[in-house]
């Protein structure tokens, strides 16, 4: 490690018109975003100019299902490019920022997923990196030929073989496998090229990939599992987890325990970078910053905020619930109000059904910030100086106007107290984040 | 149709290092082409201010099989971007072109399939095209799963479904679903939103897909097949085919059987262009560009050959040949010399191994035109007007050399002739094919 002071990682994470829910009606919203390719290069490209280490994209191979009339008021989730289509996409209009896309193990093959990947890193000059999901919704499943989704515990099981796979395919040639001399006739070395010949449990693929090793040696590995099964795969293959934390102690316990964690796989703490979203909302006074965001709340159609609860909370019927009165006991078992974590903090005091949405969709279950940037910086800083997080991923309620909102007004104060870079000093995501280039199964330690 | 000159089509056919298998032994070959945007990039910028109708991409989801001791003197085939990530980002680093990828209907999934070509026609504009292939590797099944490839008949009926698929997910919403009306609180409008729910034989699955419908309606379909049954699956669903062609009667009859072919399906003449690949060489003078191929010929290793001439003629064991005699008439049965169009111009003549794999080394399968800018202009002007082709998917033996040359070379001896385009009239693929926008399933007639 360098002497130089530790500084925090930024990840600007995108969802197409903005975090917020109710996010397309506000002006400061990019009303077509969905499939709005140039929002999306002026958005990486602010991201670039303010040195963030990455843009992130989540992703679903299918629509939202649920009540149509909540739905089509509601259209983050109904209109979306593929991730990794959009970011290559970015990868030519830009040269340094990492380019992050979500991909689901229970969706894809192995191989497409390891070449799609790998001819991103490439194109991108080792920029790439891949959110590692195992999908959550039934209506994915319906789209691939299945009538139920996997379980939890197989999903996780073909998750973690399906990594191993799409790592072992990466490896498929050596680093120094190209001479390319023209003098011998020879353009590749025989012997370092591998054939994974991978027989498994859920998957059988014999390689070799069709591209060399991506300049990463792996595009970074990220991950948002908070579940038991989840945090064991994480443990072992993550590199960044953006799990939802909305407490401190909360999240200080989460780091130590998952950079724990990490090393009972042989891992270091540096191996594993925690980054939760963030939702920042930010204003010059923090009257300002309130008016935005509840104009934002007033915004969701009670149809919208509905569907959005039913679907956090599991799926509950809340067709005939009164959005003004508290949630009826009946509805949801005090002991899933105690135990998930995840949605605890709906549950700290008794709101209303209404109050319950607008807190929740304003930032989709990750934590929200709200104030000037002083006020925001200081959140941000006790955070990451108290060792609750390695950096945050960004999350503005609105965009591009929140993420523009959040470079010119808080990124400055987060680099005069020196807890943000104020220029690149590597090219590829994995020196931004201060990751080990990893060797390969194939080299010789 | 307007009452302006026919002009012919052009596509700039990509292949690493250029489409001659001793390419990258040439100075002027980007010798790492298989990984190098920039070249790329290059190429697609060049094509593009030279009105090309479009770029082309082939693709297999497996390295070459076979002899390593060749396939190692031999790049192109084993190292190379996955053609849509590639396309995705030569669509920010251009206009006007169209973009068109390979992909196969028996190693993917049709959601995820049209969700990317969908994403790239939001991406580029509309200026994408699919080219459906149903792989005819076994390396290919090894990477899936499979201990051996789909029959070829069970190839095209899942293909047919595929497409069938992939169409109907394309048109999940209508033109207009789109209101994005905030007064109203309506984003989309519910009843253009159109739930598949397609129950097939080798595929399920329910939609909608996730995005709206591309600018397109549908990214323009490419085809090559010349088997019977992939001409019927071609005449329904192909919008430009690029079969092989070497002689101009029998290009001609092609013509006229695909496109009454194409009739029997509903269709008109118009709804399918015949654009097969055409290998130029160019040089100021004939010697000029017969030492140039010269060069690549002798520039062929025996190992290399004999790989690429066994592959071709369909595995047949070549290792104990002498490449200086004629194929032995026991090494491949007279039968398949006469019947298999695709080859018969490799018997045409009495030629040695060598000279048959360099015959068809140089444009691996594809017609080879040679000469002077005029004479090559000649060539292609007579099998346009007398109706063998709507236009070529130009290959050239090395890039990005040879595309520069015919660049500067022959495009402008064609624009003379009115024979091509000397800017374009409009901004998407169909547009510059002069194909119909389709209206979709659900379009009410």
């Keep these: 490690m360098s002497t130089a002071k530790r ?4 990840g600007a994470f995108f969802h197409p018109t903005g975090h917020h829910i109710a996010a397309w009606h506000h002006p400061g919203a990019q009303i077509d975003a969905g499939t709005n390719f140039a929002h999306y290069v002026e958005m990486t ?12 994209l989540a992703d679903a191979v299918a629509t939202r299902d649920g009540d149509l009339e909540g739905l089509s008021r509601w259209p983050q989730y109904m209109c979306f490019f593929d991730p990794v289509v959009l970011l290559s996409g970015l990868a030519a209009a830009t040269n340094r920022i990492g380019l992050v896309a979500t991909a689901t193990t229970s969706y894809n093959e192995p191989y497409n997923l390891a070449r799609k990947y790998a001819s ?13 999901v195992t999908s959550g919704n039934v209506s994915e499943a319906y ?4 009538e139920a989704h996997y379980g939890h515990g197989e999903r ?3 998750a973690s073989e399906f990594v191993d796979v799409v790592k072992g395919l990466w490896d498929s040639y050596d680093d120094d496998a190209f001479v390319r001399d023209r003098a011998s006739g020879r353009y590749l070395l025989p012997e370092k090229l591998h054939f994974l010949d991978h027989h498994g449990e859920h998957f059988a693929v014999r390689g070799p990939l069709n591209i060399a090793r991506p300049p990463q040696g792996y595009p970074v590995l990220f991950q948002a599992s908070a579940s038991d099964v989840g945090k064991d795969l994480a443990a072992r293959i993550a590199e960044v987890l953006f799990t939802p934390l909305h407490d401190l102690e909360r999240a200080q316990a989460f780091y130590r ?42 915004s969701i159609h009670p149809a919208v905020g509905k569907e959005l609860l039913s679907n956090a909370l599991g799926g509950i019927d809340l067709s005939e619930v009164d959005v003004d009165k508290p949630l009826p006991d009946h509805i949801i078992p005090a002991e899933q109000r105690r135990t998930n974590p995840r949605y605890a903090y709906l549950f700290k005091e008794k709101l209303t059904v209404r109050q319950m949405y607008q807190r929740y969709g304003a930032a989709r279950g990750q934590r929200t910030v709200i104030g000037t940037p002083t006020e925001i910086a200081d959140q941000m800083e006790r955070w990451f100086v108290e060792r609750g997080v390695d950096g945050f991923l960004v999350q ?9 909102e959040f470079i010119e007004m808080v990124v400055p104060e987060l680099q005069d107290r020196g807890l943000f870079r104020t220029d690149y000093t590597g090219t590829t995501l994995r020196e931004h984040l201060g990751l080990r280039r990893p060797a390969g199964i194939h080299a010789v330690h």
């Design 7 to 10: 500084q925090m990682k930024l």
């Design 45 to 56: 490209q602010m991201a670039e100019a303010a040195k963030f280490d990455l843009v992130f």
């Design 120 to 132: 991103l890193d490439h194109l991108s000059g080792g920029r790439a990196g891949w959110n590692v």
């Design 143 to 146: 789209n691939f030929g299945r």
């Design 156 to 158: 996780y099981q073909r």
């Design 257 to 298: 325990d998952m950079k724990a964690h990490a090393a009972t796989f042989g891992r270091t703490a540096d191996d594993l970078l925690v980054m939760p979203g963030l939702n920042v909302v930010v204003g010059t006074s923090r009257k300002e910053a309130e008016e935005k965001l509840d104009f934002l709340n007033r």
């Design 396 to 404: 503005p309620p609105v965009l591009p106007l929140g993420l523009r």
